[in-house]
Each structure stands twice: as structure tokens, then as C-alpha cells.
């Protein structure tokens, strides 16, 4: 694979991540999701400060975007001869980054923590249960949100490579799992990074 198809497919996952979902259904109940709460369109700040049927329904199509993401790079490396695995990868890759700055509302976002999950589960569905689980057990370790947030970022790539290795995957992807893992962890981080110095 070639940079340029990393790229081709790092774009069609951000493209797919930047659908603002959180901020077009708070428009339609009236709300700016971006001078409420955390001011992020993400699920959490609309159930919080918009509505929880609404923070419902922007999780949901957040995880939604998220595995839409890899269903297109899916049909791109079908089409285009490409190392699957490979692509998939870049394609969640984009996902956290077309989130954080969406072009639909200015360069605005929201962390990505969803879409990123949505995107996992969509390669393989041990990988969106591993994260889930390593995010839930480093918050209740810890008893610390921020904290657990940040410790399981940072444990992220080695978790994705793990799982990986465990379903099989070629050796030689694995340097596309961690790199793509870490530029999602390090988007991820950087959209919370504000609630980092808290603790």
C-alpha cells in the first residue's frame, strides 16, 4: 500500500467522522451545542445539556459513523486490489480526526471517543469489546474519569495490537494497527486534553 492510498483512506474515514450529528440535532432542538457544557458535539454534552433522547440518538449515530467508515474503506480496497486489514485501519484512523474538526461546522468537533469505537468494532468486534472493557476497568481502577481516559490512551495501541495478534492477524500489519491506533489515542487525547490539567 502506498502513502497516497493511506491518505485516500485516511480522508474517506475522517470525511465519514465529520458529520456533525451532535450539532445538527441540537440545532433542531434549538440549542448551540458549541455554547452549552464541554461545548463539543459529542453524545455526552447533548445528553447533558441539550436532551437525553437526543444524547441517545447522537451516540448511536456516532458509533454509526464510525463503522460506516470501514464499510466504505472496505469496498476502496476491494475495488482498488488493497490489503484489507491495512485499509480498514487507515480508514478508523480518520475517523477521530474528521470528528475533532468537522468542516460542516467550522473546524469544531468533539473528542471522538464514539466514532472511534464504532470503527473498531466495525474491523473486528473482540477489538471494540477489548477497548470497552479497558476503558471501563482503567476509570473504576483508577475511580478517576480523566485519569482512566488518559491511561487507557495511552495503553491503547498496545491493547489493539494484542487483540490483533490474537485473531490472527499478519505480522506484518501490525505496524499499521500501532501507528493508526496511535494517531487515533493522540487525536482522541488532544480533544481532552483540557480536563487533563484537573488532575
Do not use: C
Amino acid at each position: 500500500m502506498t502513502a497516497f492510498d493511506a491518505l485516500a483512506l485516511a480522508a474517506a474515514g475522517a470525511t465519514a467522522g465529520s458529520l456533525p450529528f451532535g450539532a445538527w440535532l441540537a440545532r433542531l432542538a434549538g440549542v448551540s451545542v458549541f455554547e452549552v457544557g464541554s461545548r463539543s458535539m459529542g453524545a455526552m454534552n447533548v445528553f447533558r445539556n441539550v436532551s437525553k433522547p437526543l444524547g441517545v440518538a447522537v451516540l448511536l449515530l456516532d458509533v454509526g459513523k464510525g463503522a460506516l467508515a470501514v464499510i466504505i474503506a472496505a469496498a476502496m480496497a476491494a475495488a482498488a486490489g488493497l490489503p484489507e486489514t491495512e485499509a480498514l485501519w487507515w480508514a478508523a484512523a480518520g475517523v477521530p480526526l474528521g470528528h475533532g474538526w468537522s468542516p460542516f461546522v467550522r473546524m469544531q468537533g468533539g473528542k471522538g471517543l464514539a466514532p472511534a469505537w464504532g470503527a473498531l468494532t466495525a474491523i473486528a468486534w473482540p477489538l471494540g469489546a477489548a477497548g470497552l472493557a479497558a476503558l471501563i476497568a482503567w476509570m473504576l481502577l483508577l475511580r478517576n474519569p480523566t485519569a482512566g481516559l488518559w491511561s487507557f490512551l495511552l495503553t491503547f495501541p498496545a491493547l489493539t495490537a494484542g487483540v490483533m495478534l490474537q485473531l490472527g492477524a499478519p505480522a506484518q500489519t501490525l505496524w499499521t494497527t500501532l501507528a493508526a491506533s496511535m494517531l487515533m489515542a493522540g487525536t482522541v487525547g488532544w480533544k481532552s486534553r483540557r480536563g487533563l490539567g484537573r488532575y
